[in-house]
């Protein structure tokens, strides 16, 4: 069977009637001597795990020894010993990466969520030094299922490696027009805002990114993201640099009164003023999370109100 051959189109032939395998002892796999529950293999699965472990064993770099991987990985595409070899013959036998990105693009589609797959696609990538093709493609596992963590994960490694963040955010609000609740896409925004080094996290920004926030909030004041978005801007500097953004939220909190994300939000940004004032206000917000707005998690604002009561305590 060639790389360029359909699996689904194959006839499956058994190795030891294949001309090109009639020197290769087959290793059957080893349960020990009474094991405990055997597993049904089917004769495919094991004959041709048989001359996989007979080519490993020789660390056979060949022609054939990338066909047999290709077998093993269509049998079961989470092998990671069958990846992994196949990465050491592909280098052996100067395999063209080009025929490979499109056979992993292949296999990728039917299983998108697939650690081994990405990996080796990264791999074949780094060595293509070649990455025109990694954010369609991840968008297209993206239309497939929105909260791919691996099409997001290799999505940002294709960015940062090749400095493709230009159109990058116009994507991303094409995704939230789509989805408001695209939790991943909210996501994939601060790490753009974040990460790229081109364009610093001034003031200007910061405020261009809580206006951005606050159009989608508005549309789903309940969806949690655009509030931990706006949070995490705040990560590495003080709310009180953007002095208007503790009014914004008091006064969407006195909008969305039964929503415990504004509250909750609004409740950070007093902890982190830890005056007097504002520790009291907090002890009435953490009153109003463990009483109506957020009683699922009630605990955890009990403890937060302990620690609040501690810190208004006379020092």
Known sequence: MSDSEDESDIQYVPFNQR????????????????????????DQFSDTLNYFRAILKKDERSPRALEISKEVIALNPANYTAWYFRRNVLE?????????????????????????????????????KDYSHELSYCAKQVE??????????HRQWAIQMNGQWEGELDYISQLLTEDVRNNSAWNQRYFVITKNRAIPLTDDVIRREIDYAFSY??????????WTY??????????????EFKQRIEEAKSKYVANAHAATLYLDILEKEATKESLEAADKVLDD??????????????????NVARLMQPQ
């Open 230 to 243: 706006m949070k995490g801007l705040f990560l590495n500097r003080p709310y009180n640099s953007i002095p």
């Open 144 to 153: 497939g299922d929105s909260k791919n963590y691996h099409a997001w994960a």
């Open 289 to 306: 999370l463990i009483k109506h707005l957020d009683t699922l998690h009630s605990k955890y604002w009990i403890w937060k109100k302990e």
């Open 217 to 226: 909030m508005q549309k789903a004041p309940n969806n949690q993201s655009s």
């Open 92 to 128: 052996a036998l100067k395999s063209d990466l080009t025929e490979e990105l499109a056979y992993v693009s292949k296999v990728g589609n039917s299983n998108p969520k697939n650690y081994q797959i990405w990996f080796h696609r990264r791999w074949v990538v780094e060595h293509l």
């Open 19 to 42: 001309e090109e395998w009639k020197d290769v002892v087959p290793i059957p796999q080893d349960d020990g001597p009474h094991p405990v529950c055997v597993i049904a293999y089917t």
